[in-house]
């Protein structure tokens, strides 16, 4: 009778522990952490326009100028006035412009890639020289070339000083008769870390 007695008395014990009563009740913990890298932000600022300089609309025959980081070429009876006038690069009434690339500099953080985007198609508007508007054309088939991977395409490397830079063409339509006219219009680029 004793020994019962002893015996349920260490039941109840062992019932009262709460480890021993409740095996699934144990716990345990770990520890995490939170990580964050800040690198330096990545910009962009204009350093040149893109220019097709001065031109002349071929008479009935539509044309095209094409400029790219290496310069620019003209098809069908689009053609570089200043070339023509074979007046060593000026123009009557003023200097002539050498065609152009748009150029950007970048800077972030060394060492990380970006990419650019830039529009596909724009439509510029001008004013004719007597005063009214005149016809609207466009610039189509842009491209960018970087400096660090210039046959990649919009991709491009930011170099241990934190810096690189990318040109901008594109190609211009001209119609078979375009009267005198000045035109300009902007264009929106963005870089971003790849």
């Known amino acids: ?109 060394a060492g990380h890639a970006y990419s650019v985007s830039a529009p596909t198609k724009l439509t510029i508007t001008g004013v004719a020289d007597s005063g009214g508007p005149a016809p609207t054309l466009t610039i189509v088939g842009f491209t960018v070339t970087t400096a660090s991977r210039p046959g990649a395409g919009t991709f491009g490397l930011i170099g241990a000083d934190g810096t690189d830079s990318f040109v901008v063409g594109g190609t211009l339509a001209l119609p078979a008769t375009l009267q005198p006219a000045r035109y300009r219009a902007s264009f929106p680029v963005v870089v971003s870390y790849d």
């Open 1 to 109: 009778m004793r020994a019962r007695r002893l015996l349920r008395a260490a039941i109840l014990a062992m019932l009262a522990m709460p480890g021993l009563a409740h095996a699934g009740g144990v716990s345990t913990s770990a520890m995490g952490f939170a990580t964050a890298v800040v690198i330096q932000p990545i910009t962009v600022h204009q350093t040149a326009d893109l220019d097709f300089g001065m031109l002349a609309s071929g008479q009935g025959t539509p044309g095209a100028v094409t400029i790219s980081a290496t310069g620019a070429s003209y098809s069908g009876g689009a053609a570089q006035i200043c070339a023509l006038s074979g007046m060593g690069g000026a123009n009557v009434g003023g200097s002539c412009i050498t065609p152009h690339a748009a150029g950007f500099a970048v800077s972030g953080e």
